[in-house]
């Protein structure tokens, strides 16, 4: 049976740092929230941090919004985090697993979630990771686990396996969500749908093929194909 993205139980999230686009899939009743991170941030061509998060959120104000913190030191985070965290009710602040000297974020991680802010930890690839984490947070406060899926399938580890286990790591903890993160391709969101997680990210490219394509006919699709190419040898003008 053909399944589309509305037939999924997933959440989906876009991820994404251009203002038009995540505006057009905040409208979209299928996206359920939205992630960004200073990498996308600048590939958008952004400056200013502060500027485009409190305009961004001027118009997302009922979907949940990651935003991350971007300095290396953890005393600089943790004020980052809490600035962050003020400019919305919305907001998730996301904090990686470790700052650029494989120093842990944990004792920053638990120490926001006990002031009462909503963080996604983000760049998570190990199970270890993900049980450190699980100790860290706070039961009762929401929170995203982000483990980096699609990074580890491009070691040529089956990430499956490790969502479903980090899925097990995190059962004391009912309101952390567990998201997939780095989608690669359409096949990826059914992946994490199957596996259990809880988000899935989609950068907002892939999404735009999925809501086009996902659950299409193989035998329409095979179809337009033929045409593209018959089409295309036209236009070419190629003769023998």
């Not at 203002?19 to 299928?30: E, F, I, S, T, V």
Request: charged share 20%; net charge neutral.
């Amino acid at each position: 049976m053909k399944r589309t993205l509305r037939d999924l139980n997933i959440k989906i999230f876009a991820d994404g740092a251009d203002k038009a686009g995540m505006l057009q899939l905040n409208a979209d009743p299928l996206i359920q929230g939205l992630t960004t991170n200073p990498t996308l941030m600048r590939k958008a061509g952004l400056t200013d941090f502060e500027s485009f998060a409190r305009d961004i959120l001027q118009t997302i104000t009922d979907k949940p919004l990651s935003l991350e913190v971007f300095s290396d030191e953890f005393s600089e985070m943790h004020r980052q985090a809490l600035k962050i965290n003020s400019w919305g009710k919305n907001v998730y602040v996301k904090i990686p697993i470790t700052n650029t000297r494989k120093e842990s974020s944990l004792p920053l991680i638990k120490a926001l979630a006990h002031e009462g802010v909503r963080v996604n930890v983000t760049a998570i690839l190990t199970l270890e990771q993900v049980e450190g984490v699980a100790a860290a947070l706070h039961p009762k406060l929401g929170a995203v686990v982000s483990v980096f899926a699609g990074r580890i399938a491009d070691t040529g580890v089956d990430p499956v396996v490790i969502m479903t286990q980090s899925k097990t790591l995190l059962k004391a903890l009912p309101q952390a969500e567990l998201l997939w993160a780095s989608v690669r391709e359409v096949l990826n969101i059914y992946q994490a749908n199957d596996c259990g997680a809880h988000i899935v990210t989609v950068p907002h490219d892939t999404l735009i093929k999925a809501i086009k394509m996902a659950g299409m006919d193989l035998g329409d699709l095979s179809l337009d194909t033929v045409k593209m190419f018959a089409n295309d040898a036209k236009v070419a003008g190629f003769s023998l």
